[in-house]
């Protein structure tokens, strides 16, 4: 059962065979081009959740209605669904860091024109205006998006898990941070201040996008591939499915989360939101640990354990109706529950980018520059089509039953994604035993068993 050395080919050494002979850049050119995509990422995602602390109640002092600061707030992630898949296919064809600085420069000047909508008196004229901006800011976080995870995939083969969890904290800090800083720069200056400042910081990355932003070649090679062959093989794609039902039992308890603690704890949304930054805390504090774990361990194990460990911690966030005799609903047992859940859902999405770049090499010997953008774009889109769905299915779900309940049959639907979990590992050990026997090269971090004794090749 031991492979040979020639045999034992790492993930990192089978991407970067696949890339074109373009010039290394330095370690410091490297640098300095991941901590910009960072930033880039960070205001990117601030203006995504910034109004989300003013807006309402901009909207209730102007008479809007709170369904229309709903379709205002919802514009950004359903643009971000959309545009990932847009934007694998244009860094087929054009220079990355030239579709950074429009995308970049396009925020910028979208959050300033944001900021002179409160000059538009007709609230008709408003929400227009507000809804169309916010679709051109979506659209172009969304190449933001991709751009970032496929420039870093190319810049560090090596640590793909561990850069993803550095990208993914970078977001997380801004979705955790941004809404209070809305509302501190709203209630010092009102809704034009809240703009302009993120405008002017927008300005500044844009400027360190340009001069700090090494260029890296994403361009089609001559290997080709398209969106297709990557659609087409499910083994390649579910783990971005995954990816994106972990962010489903993520973002579910978001909108019901301030109406429990008032009715039950007769706590404000001091405390709501005191809860929701544990909870992404966790996500912020183990999320770079868990991805340099990803790169050196076994990313397979990782995923798997996701599948069983979020949905048991669900049980106790309720509580579950069957733990009512031994957990009762407190303020501490909610708040660690959510800050074990910030913990486990790294596990199930930091692996996925990794695993699908694996499993395409493993079934296909080498992947082309275009399929690894796709395969970008389609893990991008995951996160924002996890958080659609369960923000959606919270309100729905929450109309007909308790926080206690809810929280508990969304747990147990969460289980058919763990048999599927189940099924896929069975899917990729064959794919990857008949790969072997066929004498291919194929992952070092083989993930599961193989004649009653788990394999890890990662050392």
Request: one cysteine or more; aromatic letters at 12%; charged letters at 10%.
């Amino acid at each position: 059962n031991n492979l040979s050395s020639t045999m034992r080919v790492s993930i990192s050494e089978r991407v970067s065979m696949c890339e074109p002979n373009t010039p290394e850049p330095s370690s410091f050119q490297k640098l300095c081009t991941f901590v910009l995509i960072n930033l880039s990422l960070f205001v990117s995602y601030a203006l995504y959740t910034l109004p989300g602390a003013f807006l309402p109640i901009y909207n209730m002092d102007r008479g809007i209605g709170a369904a229309s600061t709903g379709i205002i707030l919802a514009c950004v992630p359903l643009c971000y669904i959309i545009v990932c898949p847009i934007a694998g296919k244009l860094l087929d064809k054009y220079s990355a860091k030239t579709m950074l600085l429009i995308s970049t420069g396009m925020l910028a000047v979208v959050t300033f024109l944001s900021a002179a909508l409160g000059h538009v008196t007709s609230n008709t004229w408003f929400i227009c205006l507000i809804v169309l901006l916010r679709l051109i800011q979506g659209a172009n976080g969304g190449v933001i998006d991709v751009i970032a995870f496929a420039i870093t995939a190319k810049i560090y083969p090596n640590n793909i898990a561990l850069t993803t969890s550095i990208i993914e904290t970078s977001l997380n800090l801004a979705v955790a941070f941004s809404p209070f800083l809305g509302g501190v720069f709203y209630e010092a200056g009102g809704f034009y201040l809240s703009f302009v400042v993120t405008a002017c910081a927008v300005t500044v990355v844009l400027i360190g996008t340009f001069f700090g932003v090494t260029n890296v070649d994403t361009t089609k090679d001559e290997d080709g591939g398209n969106l297709f062959s990557v659609l087409k093989e499910v083994t390649v794609w579910f783990p971005a499915w995954h990816s994106a039902a972990c962010m489903i039992l993520f973002n579910f308890y978001i909108p019901i989360l301030s109406p429990y603690v008032q009715e039950t704890f007769n706590a404000g949304p001091t405390f709501a939101g005191f809860a929701l930054l544990i909870n992404t805390a966790g996500i912020c504090i183990t999320a770079p640990v868990l991805g340099h774990l990803m790169d050196k361990l076994n990313p397979y194990v990782f995923m798997a354990a996701s599948a069983f460990l979020l949905p048991v911690s669900y049980w106790f966030l309720g509580p579950a109706p069957f733990m009512a005799g031994v957990l009762t609903a407190s303020k501490t047992q909610l708040l660690v529950a959510l800050g074990v859940i910030g913990v486990l859902v790294p596990l199930g999405c930091y692996p996925g980018l990794l695993i699908m770049f694996d499993i395409y090499t493993v079934k296909f010997g080498k992947m082309p520059q275009a399929v690894k953008n796709y395969i970008t774009s389609i893990y991008c889109a995951s996160f924002p089509l996890g958080g659609c769905i369960g923000s959606a299915m919270s309100g729905v779900i929450a109309e007909r039953l308790s926080f206690g309940l809810s929280t508990t049959y969304i747990s147990f639907a969460f289980l058919v994604q763990t048999v599927l979990v189940i099924w896929w590992c069975i899917v990729v050990w064959r794919v990857k035993r008949e790969a072997k026997r066929a004498k291919l090269s194929f992952s070092e971090s083989n993930p599961l068993i193989d004649n009653g004794e788990v394999r890890n090749y990662g050392n």
